[in-house]
């Protein structure tokens, strides 16, 4: 995982992650198994209410702030999983190391 802070405007602060992770699951025999293309949103609105409740843990965010965030028509999250690798990509396994 790694955590970007820049973006198009140097003057603006734009924190967001960029994560490989895997598209499936492995079973107790070592088969691999693809997980089928799904809506993302619920565990896009689970990632930002885990954040939102880490921050105001914290004492960086109040009750107050998140609701008015939670309001905006884009939530500012977003989770795409467009870019898969097949296992025999050597290429995209490449570009990503």
């Not at 955590?3 to 992650?17: A, E």
């Not at 004492?59 to 965030?69: A, F």
């Amino acid at each position: 995982m790694a955590i970007h802070t820049f973006g198009k405007y140097p003057d603006k602060f734009h924190p967001h992650l960029h994560a490989i992770v895997t598209d499936g699951l492995f079973r107790d025999t070592g088969t691999f198994y693809v997980m089928r293309q799904t809506d993302l949103k619920p565990l896009e609105d689970l990632f930002r209410a885990e954040v939102f409740k880490f921050l105001k843990k914290e004492g960086k965010i109040t009750d107050e702030l998140i609701q008015k965030l939670m309001a905006w028509r884009h939530s500012g999250f977003s989770i795409d999983n467009g870019v898969r690798i097949k296992r025999k990509d050597t290429k995209g396994r490449e570009a990503i190391a």
